[in-house]
């Protein structure tokens, strides 16, 4: 018998959920045969920032395999994470090595080691902003800082992920400071040479200043959390204020 879907909105029905079944399944068969592919291209961008960051690249292009290569070679804690533990604390950390690094990691043992490198996270302007912040082995200089992911503004506070921003973190003093102060400062006026806030100032992003502020709320935040639980771990000393006037 011929139905008249005219009549029968049944088959109407019937055929819309067959077609959206279909469809559907289409959908997450691609997904699922796409992402291996999505984790590794993921894989390799967290690797080409955590390479940059502690500047294994000295300025060079690396192909895909040389990046790799250095993470597997020289970085320790991306792929098992280490951590620092104490008090009921842990702090995430990823250690870089001069060269190869050891067949056993000891986080406390700055033999050999580059830097330290710990989580920075907090609210944007907009959304959670993720990323590192790496330190000299002593923990009085940043060396460098990279952001993995963000949803701010493009072009405005997505700055924070150029270089031109980033950079500035690099030589920045991040001992404790003295009383009354942050770690660092990010602003649109930079100090005058002579003050201590000279040597941990970050020229904020012109337009961004919610972006802007956000970072340095949460780099404080972080900053004195790793070092809180690295000095009660035995990874760093408890350094009274050292402030230059100039970085």
Not at 14 to 29: E, K, P, W
Not at 44 to 63: C, M, N, P, Q
């Amino acid at each position: 018998m011929r139905i008249n879907p005219d009549k029968n909105p049944w088959y109407v029905i019937g055929f819309a959920a067959i077609v959206s079944g279909l469809f559907t399944m289409a959908i997450m068969a691609l997904h699922v045969a796409s992402e291996p592919i999505v984790q590794a291209n993921q894989r390799l961008l967290t690797e080409r920032a955590i390479v940059e960051l502690f500047g294994l690249d000295e300025g060079r292009e690396l192909t895909d395999a040389e990046v790799t290569g250095l993470i597997d070679a020289r970085v320790a804690g991306l792929g098992e994470p280490i951590s620092l533990e104490t008090d009921g604390e842990s702090v995430r950390i990823l250690i870089a090595y001069e060269s190869q690094k050891p067949a056993e990691i000891d986080p406390l043992d700055k033999t050999g080691v580059l830097a330290y490198a710990f989580p920075i996270r907090g609210v944007g302007f907009w959304a959670m902003i993720d990323g590192w912040l790496a330190v000299t082995p002593n923990g009085t200089r940043a060396v460098g800082v990279v952001f993995l992911s963000h949803q701010e503004t493009p072009g405005l506070g997505g700055r924070i992920t150029e270089k031109a921003f980033r950079s500035q973190f690099k030589g920045l003093t991040v001992t404790p400071p003295p009383p009354g102060m942050q770690y660092v400062y990010i602003g649109r006026t930079a100090p005058e040479p002579a003050s201590p806030q000279a040597a941990r100032h970050v020229d904020a992003i012109t337009g961004a200043t919610g972006t802007s502020t956000a970072v340095e709320t949460f780099v404080n935040d972080d900053l004195a959390r790793f070092r809180r639980i690295a000095t009660a771990a035995g990874l760093l000393e408890d350094n009274a204020a050292t402030d230059a006037p100039q970085r």
